[in-house]
């Protein structure tokens, strides 16, 4: 594992989301699977209704939604960097940040650039946010995060579509906040590649394109054995102890992850946040829209201690204290 220090007097200002506007439910993919055993299913995944991208909608559609909500309360012409992190953007040449600046009406003298990254995407948003405002320029970062997994799972695929939803969030990351972000961890074992990976579409009609494919036991096994180090490690970066921390805010892979994790780590319920049900696993956006569902719950407030951490695909991990 690698690590950041943390930087100071640096926040996330602001954060909206979307979420893709067709509601899926665990009941409708059972009428489509009567093998199904829909109750095993809603206790491993933890989720009965998701949210998934319409016929009309990609996740550039997902991600300028939120945008223009977050929009709403800052002003564009404040920004001066916009980072755009996906595994399933509409183009790569030109990168997909470079529409955004067009569509969201940005300053044209801004740096926009793409991040290929998943399930520890956010995390690294931040990272890279971080870096850049530490060298004094820019100053004030739109980082995000979208994601349109449904656009590569069947409808018949019982190991993944209970599982994903399509959402967007986007946040602002700025100098000469009250609080720190950082310092970070970092993991990556890309022998683990094969566990959670797009493949060739071989005859799978309700897909048009690759497909997802994921190891489910393979990637739980990789989660329970690097997270709880990374903690560890992570505390020790930052000089606190597990009780320091008021919320821990983790990648919403599923009930079965999450609760395993909980029990490992032995975090009480109080400072545990999840939010699967109704939104599902969105990739990269999970722990964005799970800070601001927090937030609204009024369980996030000014002056916390978080930790928040991203793992999956890559395989990866990545991990930052927030001091809001």
Known sequence: MTGLPPDANLQIADIEYRLGSRTETLEELGALNPHWRIERLHAKTGVSTRRVASPEENATVLAEDAARQLLERVDPASLDGLIHVTQSPESTLPTTACLLQERLGLPSTLLAFDLIQGCSGFV??????????????????????????????????????????????????????????????????????????????NGVADVDGPVLFMDGPKV?????????DAVRELLERADLVQDDIDLFVFHQASAVVLDRL?????????????????????????????????QEQG?????????????????????CVIRT
């Open 124 to 201: 690294y948003g931040l990272s890279v946010a971080a870096s850049l405002i530490a060298n004094a320029h820019p100053a004030r970062i739109l980082l995000i995060c979208t994601d349109h997994y449904s656009r590569y799972i069947s409808r018949y695929d019982r190991t993944s579509r209970p599982i994903f939803g399509d959402g967007a969030a986007a946040c602002v990351v700025e100098r000469d906040g009250p609080g720190t972000i950082g310092p970070f961890v970092f993991t990556t074992e890309g022998s683990g590649a094969p566990y959670l990976t797009l493949t060739p579409n």
């Open 220 to 228: 739980l096994a990789f989660t329970l054995r690097v997270v709880p």
């Open 262 to 294: 909980r029990e490992q780590l032995g975090v009480v319920p109080e400072k545990w946040f999840q939010n699967l049900d109704g939104v599902g696993n969105t990739v990269s956006a999970t722990i964005p829209i799970a800070l601001r569902q927090a």
């Open 299 to 319: 369980r996030l407030q000014a002056g916390m201690t978080v930790l928040v951490m991203g793992f999956g695909v890559g395989l990866s991990l990545a991990g």
